[in-house]
């Protein structure tokens, strides 16, 4: 059944974040733990981890310092829709999330979309305001099977790891 939600959470960043990553909206499982990435399926964090080499993190204290320790930032782009469970094809009604609340905050220079639907909210709601062209990465997502954690780590590690920073 649809629902109309708010994004339950603020964003996760620091004074030195200087890579902000974006999802679309918060899954079910997110929402319920008020944390980035909370499906156990969701292969974000192992995908971090393996980046940076470094343990897959377990706890929201032990994700945030990962995220702090590589100068990022995470948010969604979404602060309000109509969902369905955690359907990215069933979000309808979006208000977009007010991005300068991370600009304010951190010299962002490089901006990651976490799959297809963050990367066309960012391009509609959030670029124009930014100013920073975003990179649409392929899906963390565990609906996104096409794309095994070996591949994920090599797409994204280039994106993270970039001598542009």
């Known amino acids: 059944m649809p629902e109309a939600v708010q994004h ?3 964003p996760l960043m620091c004074p030195e974040s200087r890579i902000l990553i974006l999802g679309s909206f918060p899954s079910v499982r997110s929402r319920e733990q008020q944390f980035y990435y909370g499906h156990p399926q969701n292969r974000f964090w192992p995908m ?8 897959v993190p377990v706890t929201t204290d032990e994700k945030t310092t990962l995220v702090f320790s590589h100068q990022l930032a995470l ?3 979404i602060a309000s829709c109509t969902i369905t469970g955690s359907s990215d ?9 007010d991005i300068r609340r991370v600009l304010d905050g951190a010299p962002i220079r490089r ?5 297809a639907l963050s990367g066309r909210m960012y391009r509609r709601y959030l670029e124009p ?6 990179i649409v990465m392929p899906s963390t ?5 096409a794309w095994s954690l070996t591949r994920l780590v090599a797409v994204w590690g280039e994106a ?3 001598d542009d920073l």
């Open 48 to 55: 971090l981890a393996a980046v940076f080499g470094a343990p």
């Open 141 to 145: 997502s565990p609906a996104n099977a």
């Open 8 to 10: 339950p959470f603020a």
């Open 160 to 162: 993270l790891r970039g």
């Open 111 to 115: 901006v990651l979309c976490n799959g």
């Open 129 to 134: 305001v930014t100013g920073l062209p975003a």
């Open 89 to 97: 094809a069933s979000v309808r009604d979006v208000v977009p999330t």
């Open 75 to 77: 948010w969604d782009c």
